[in-house]
Structures are given as structure tokens and as C-alpha cells.
């Protein structure tokens, strides 16, 4: 591979004026194997030459290399300082990749920023896996802080957290069947295994009331936030997700045999979402039911019918998955999503900004490091204990 040829080929592409013949070009030379020195020795000196870009440089080529490689034969044109300041970000976090798009005609320079620099005092650390657990006489569990093991009996069912931090139950026999409530604060998440082998993952600021134990014709648990369930198959005893109201909403059902799907019901998002992703689900709300196929989801608001579409799955699921991922994000969007993760309060100075957001990012970083990606795009923010003001 030649370095200068692919120094004019990634100049060609940061500057979006590759023609057809050198997008194909650039895409067969970076879809042969990898040659991360080559891509450094290329990506360096062009981010370098740019102002206000210099200090954005980090080690993280490879994650760089995947990111192009990705989008170099893409059809979507970007706007020529979007794509450097793509590139920039690329470089300034491990684990990162973000492309970011503006409605406003011209993008900001990033010499015109302010990045965050937060003392450590001032940052805030990512949620981690905590929960509160309230057993049916209403006495409560830390699991976060519980030891590794046996928690408790529930009648003839066993509570236990193993070795994974994940809570369990263990039903020796037929039990007088009594209700458990998970629930995970702003900054938590957990795993539950429910007593027929079903998995669930509860996000951050949500809670699942479920029984002890199963039994007659259905399994019925409640679910108020969100969480991904990966329900095991019982024909005979179909699982069912009873979305508790927001306010001023009819509830909603979610009727399963056995399948892979995400719930999304927040008080403050605009609306709840079910997305599915194996296996088949039929969402009731008032006298409508609708059925889902894979990779479709389903979504109502107060005053709006079922309405199903097709799906992003992996963004669905990114949290569960440890990841930020948006697709043309509004900044409320993004930030609801911080809010509940980081436990943070947002406050808007100067009205919401109108940038759109779109890429991926690990969840495990501080917020520090999230919001000098963002700013990229032109979006200021300031971190004061555990407020983001958002400028």
C-alpha cells in the first residue's frame, strides 16, 4: 500500500471530494488487511495541518481505521468540516467513534470551543451495576452491597446473586406465589434471572415488579422504565409485560412466547417504544393489537394508536450492550439518555440547540469525556457538580 497514495485518498475523503473511481479506491485498500502504521503515518500530518484540531490527537488509530473504513464508499455526503472534526474526535477518545451533523448552515470551528476540562472534583463517574431489591413483606436489599450468594427464601423459591452480580431465583417446588421489585436508580443497571429461566436487563431509573414463582396460564410481570428481555419458551404459559402508565396514557401489554425484545417506557420520553428482535410479539393498547416481526418496533404516545415501523436494533440495544449510540439525535435526546445514566441534572442557558447527533460511544467513561466529543459539533457544556449546563 502507498502511503502518499493514501494520503491523497483520505485527504480526498475528509475534504468530500473523492469522485466514484477513488471512493472504490479507498474502500478496496482499506478493506485488504489492516496497516494501522500506513493509516497513522497518513492521518497525522492532515489533522495536524488543521486549525484548532492539533490537540484533539490521540492514539486510538485502529478504532479510526474501522470508522473510514466504514464510511469511505458511503453515499451520504457530510459537510467538509464535519468530516474533519469526525476525524478529530476519532482521535480524542479511546473506544470512541462519532460522526456528528449540525442543522445550522455552517459548522462551527473547533478553535472557537470551549472543550470541558472539569476538575476531578467536578466530573462525574458512569452508572455501574446497583439495585434496590423490595421483597413481598416490604423489607429491602442493597445488591450492589450484598454479598456473592444466598440472599433469602421466598416460600419454596431461593434468591441468590452469583458469581456475575446477576440476582436469581430458585424454585425447589410449587409456592404460594408472592411479588419482588427491582428497582434500579439514575446511575444503575442490573441483570435478572427470573424464576422460568427468563433473562432480563434493567436500565438505568426503571423498576420490574414480577412474582416469585410462575404459575397458571400466563407470566405476567410489570415494568415501568426499560429494560431488554430474552424470555424462555413456554407455550403453554405465554409472558407478558404490562407497561405501567405515564401520565395521562392507557397502559399497554406486550404478549410473548419466547423472543428477544427491548421495552422503552420513560416518563419523559416522548413516547414508548418495543423493539424486537427474535422471535414474535403482539402489543396491545386499548382495543388495538398489533403483531411484530424482527426488526420492527412498535410506538404510542397518550393520544396516539400503535404505530409499527422498521427498526435500528443495534441502537435499541446499545445500552444493554454498554454503549451510547444515536442516529440523528436531537441534544434532548442525548441528553436524557446522560441525565439517567450519569444521575445529572441538565439545564438549557440559552434554549435547546438544534444540532443532531450521530455515533457511538462506550458507556463506561466519565461524562467529562463524552461532552468534549460532543462539543465537536459546537454544543457547549459546563459540568458544576451534578449539573451539565448545556450553552
Not at 47 to 71: C, H, S, V
Not at 190 to 208: H, T
Not at 298 to 304: K, L, N
Not at 333 to 355: A, C, F, H
Request: net charge negative.
Amino acid at each position: 500500500m502507498s502511503t502518499d497514495r493514501l494520503s491523497y485518498l483520505l485527504r480526498q475523503y475528509l475534504e468530500d471530494s473523492l469522485t466514484k473511481e477513488e471512493q472504490d479506491e479507498l474502500d478496496h485498500l482499506l478493506r485488504q488487511e489492516p496497516h494501522f502504521g500506513e493509516m497513522r503515518t497518513a492521518l497525522e500530518p492532515l489533522i495536524a495541518r488543521q486549525p484548532g484540531l492539533a490537540d484533539y490527537q490521540q492514539e486510538d488509530w485502529e478504532y479510526l481505521f474501522k470508522k473510514i473504513q466504514t464510511r469511505a464508499s458511503a453515499p451520504a455526503r457530510v459537510h467538509r468540516m464535519t468530516r474533519w472534526m469526525a476525524a478529530a474526535a476519532l482521535l480524542l477518545l479511546a473506544g470512541s467513534s462519532w460522526l456528528l451533523y449540525s442543522r445550522h448552515i455552517g459548522v462551527k470551528s473547533v478553535a472557537t470551543t470551549s472543550p470541558v476540562h472539569p476538575s476531578a472534583a467536578q466530573d462525574v463517574v458512569p452508572g455501574s451495576n446497583k439495585a434496590t431489591l423490595t421483597l413481598a413483606d416490604n423489607s429491602t436489599i442493597n445488591l450492589d452491597e450484598a454479598k456473592n450468594g444466598v440472599l433469602g427464601r421466598q416460600g419454596n423459591t431461593q434468591l441468590v446473586k452469583n458469581k456475575d452480580g446477576q440476582l436469581t431465583y430458585h424454585a425447589t417446588s410449587a409456592s404460594p406465589i408472592t411479588y419482588n421489585l427491582l428497582t434500579t436508580p439514575r446511575g444503575g443497571q442490573y441483570q435478572l434471572l427470573l424464576p422460568d429461566g427468563s433473562k432480563v436487563w434493567l436500565n438505568a431509573a426503571s423498576s420490574l415488579r414480577y412474582p416469585t414463582c410462575f404459575s397458571g396460564h400466563d407470566r405476567v410481570v410489570e415494568l415501568q422504565g426499560e429494560a431488554y428481555f430474552e424470555i424462555a419458551h413456554n407455550a403453554s404459559m405465554p409472558f407478558k409485560v404490562s407497561v405501567l402508565s405515564q401520565k395521562g396514557q392507557a397502559p399497554a401489554e406486550i404478549e410473548v412466547l419466547g423472543t428477544h425484545f427491548n421495552v422503552k417506557a420513560y416518563a419523559d420520553e416522548p413516547a414508548v417504544r418495543t423493539t424486537l428482535l427474535e422471535g414474535s410479539v403482539r402489543v396491545r393498547k386499548g382495543g388495538a393489537a398489533l403483531p411484530l416481526q424482527p426488526g420492527q418496533q412498535a410506538s404510542w404516545t397518550s393520544t396516539t394508536d400503535i404505530e409499527v415501523a422498521a427498526a435500528d436494533v443495534e441502537e435499541a440495544i446499545a445500552w444493554k450492550n454498554g454503549l451510547f449510540m444515536f442516529d440523528k439525535a436531537t441534544v434532548e435526546d442525548v441528553m436524557r439518555q446522560l441525565s439517567r445514566w450519569y444521575d445529572v441534572e441538565v439545564v438549557y442557558t440559552n434554549g435547546i440547540p438544534k444540532d443532531l447527533f450521530h455515533g457511538e460511544m462506550y458507556r463506561n467513561v466519565n461524562v467529562s469525556r463524552v461532552l468534549k466529543v460532543l462539543e465537536i459539533s459546537g454544543v457547549h457544556f459546563t459540568v458544576e457538580g451534578k449539573k451539565i449546563f448545556v450553552q
